[in-house]
């Protein structure tokens, strides 16, 4: 599976839009961009998943150029609740395969 | 629809013990996965399962670590002889049959083991 490159972490102010870049040069054709969130001494959570141009969910949209080599996670007016760790993976359209976490990117929302 | 659980959600043990950590999967689901997070790591894959059967134990250590998914029951993962390097949380994650395509993996809350 593709490595994923994302920020080890970011700062951010209460109602701004947060987006967090990820990087996956190597994805392959049948693989998919998946993010999760983990907030602090929880499981991670499925938030969105996407393979090409633009995914909108009620939590957070997913921008996939037309390479594939590269996605931005959107939050849009970011609460201090939304501070959290936020995963970029790739994913392989194989029915049950293990997940690959990186060391994610840490967002802190700031009152 | 109670997602999946996890318990005990906190276990401490001394060098030398055995911990069983246990995982029931969301219902519907037979595919339980296992993962270990370090501290500020992020989570690393140790095996997975289906009913009654391993389907890649790629991620397990060789030696003391071993699971098992029971027709009945939770799966369990169990740590003989524990020493202070096991120390983590112990996620637990549960998915669907599978029927072509992604599978959403649910987490539990996890499981933190100490070892003292």
């Known amino acids: 599976l593709a490595k994923t490159t994302q920020p080890i972490s970011m700062d951010s102010y209460e109602g701004q839009e947060v987006n967090i870049t990820c990087s996956h040069n190597?994805?392959?054709?049948?693989?998919?961009i998946t993010w999760y969130q983990q907030f602090p001494s929880q499981g991670p959570r499925f938030i969105i998943q996407g393979y090409k141009t633009k995914v909108t969910n009620e939590v957070a949209s997913l921008f996939i150029p037309a390479d594939r080599k590269s996605s931005t996670l959107s939050l849009p007016r970011v609460s201090l609740s939304d501070t959290a760790v936020y995963y970029c993976l790739v994913v392989r359209m194989e029915g049950n395969t293990p997940l690959v976490f990186g060391k994610g990117t840490r967002l802190s929302v700031i009152a | 629809n109670a997602g999946v659980m996890q318990n005990p959600r906190h276990l401490v043990r001394r060098r030398g013990q055995e911990a069983r950590l246990r995982c029931s999967p969301m219902k519907g689901h037979s595919h339980v996965y296992w993962y270990r997070q370090l501290p500020e790591e992020g989570l690393k894959f140790m095996v997975y399962?289906?009913?009654?059967?391993?389907?890649?134990e790629s991620g397990m250590p060789k030696e003391r670590f071993s699971a098992e998914f029971p027709k009945e029951g939770p799966s369990i993962l169990r740590i003989q002889q524990v020493v202070r390097g096991d120390s983590a949380a112990y996620f637990c994650a549960s998915s669907q049959i599978a029927g072509g395509g992604y599978n959403e993996q649910f987490f539990g809350p996890g499981t933190r083991l100490t070892v003292l």
């Open positions: 399962l289906q009913k009654e059967n391993i389907i890649d």
């Open positions: 190597n994805i392959a054709t049948n693989d998919y």
